[in-house]
């Protein structure tokens, strides 16, 4: 079940349902950003949202904390060209959305807008979100912060049309995995049937997130899962790799194709956890884990200062590499 609580000095019958649509009937300044280095449900979210609220009357910037640039396979979302940089956002806004932002750390520069607008709304699926802003939709079952905005259209009464429908799919696909992972429910495909039914396109959805990459993939690909190491004695069995933005430029990709490849490890069926190593341009390694069911990733990340769901979770290692998986094997052992 959903958590909607408020948090203290909020009157406690607020929802984040009466807050968005008093906003619209007031043409209030609705500020919505989703979490850094956005992914399909923080964007999807954010757009969905953005618009219906748009069209419910109230005044809208959508937003993400710099680096303010969308990877190609998330750029074609309706509405993204519509985003805004956070210089360009007001610095107390009537409304502050924050949307799949795990902590208040992930929301980047734009944190402080949870105590600078009138009043800020939080939704959220993550297990490992500690509960901030003044309103909160925080439910770890929910598959997806999308499936939380269609709630939420639903209550506002908005008609599902293909233009949100898509920003809503393509979150819903994401953080199942394609409706694979064991976050999907029944309500799930009942979600998806409807946002099919609108029209969209999902197999040209599917194939922008999912199935096109630059030729320069494959040897990057090669290069990284050729130097993977199993460790079956670490935990349930650990399997790690690593590369770096520098290394994806070297094949002629952004930093952000580094995220697929977590997806390629942790089909190793000799380790519950996976993990990959992504050195960033400052020095510091941006750790993916991915866990087979046998290993709470959300509990590993949050130990050394990062968060996430039980099976999907991740951190950020100041320490050199070698150190880096040092304290991951003690955090598993
Ligand atoms: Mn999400």
């Known amino acids: 079940m959903a958590r909607h609580s408020s948090g203290s000095g ?78 360009a956002v007001p610095s107390s806004p009537d409304v502050f959305v924050s949307l799949d932002a795990a902590s208040t750390g992930r929301l980047g520069e734009l944190a402080g807008l949870l105590d600078a607008a009138g009043t800020s709304v939080v939704l959220d699926h993550h297990a490992s979100n500690p509960g901030f802003g003044d309103v909160r939709l925080i439910d770890p079952e929910a598959p997806a912060t999308v499936a939380l905005v269609a709630g939420l259209l639903d209550e506002l009464g908005v008609t599902l049309d293909v233009e949100l429908a898509t920003c809503l799919y393509a979150g819903l696909a994401a953080d199942t995995g394609s409706f694979r992972f064991g976050n999907t429910t029944p309500e799930t ?101 991915r866990s087979r069911g046998a290993t709470d990733v959300a509990r590993v990340a949050i130990a050394l200062g990062g968060g996430g769901h039980t099976l999907a979770a991740g951190y950020t290692s100041t320490l050199d590499r070698e150190a880096t998986v040092a304290q991951l094997r003690t955090e598993l052992a």
Request: proline share 6%.
């Open 10 to 87: 909020a009157p406690s019958a607020r929802t984040a349902a009466s807050v968005l649509a008093q906003a619209a009937d007031a043409r209030a300044i609705v500020v919505l950003s989703g979490h850094v280095q956005p992914d399909a449900d923080a964007l999807g979210s954010t757009l969905a949202l953005a618009e219906a609220l748009r069209r419910q009357g109230a005044r809208v910037l959508a937003t993400f904390p710099d680096p303010f640039t969308l990877p190609p396979s998330l750029g074609w979302l309706p509405g993204s060209e519509g985003l805004v940089p956070s210089s």
């Open 189 to 289: 495909h009942e979600l998806a049937a409807r946002l099919l039914a609108t029209g969209i396109d999902h197999a040209a959805i599917s194939r922008r997130l999912f199935d096109s990459a630059p030729f320069g993939w494959l040897g990057l690909l090669s290069v990284v899962a050729g130097r993977a190491a199993l460790e079956p004695d670490v935990g349930a069995g650990l399997v790690w790799t690593w590369s770096s933005s520098a290394e994806a430029a070297e094949h002629g990709l952004r930093g952000e194709q580094l995220e697929a490849l977590v997806d390629v490890v942790r089909a190793t069926e000799e380790a519950d956890v996976a993990c990959v190593l992504k050195g960033q341009d400052d020095g510091s390694w941006s750790v993916s884990l």
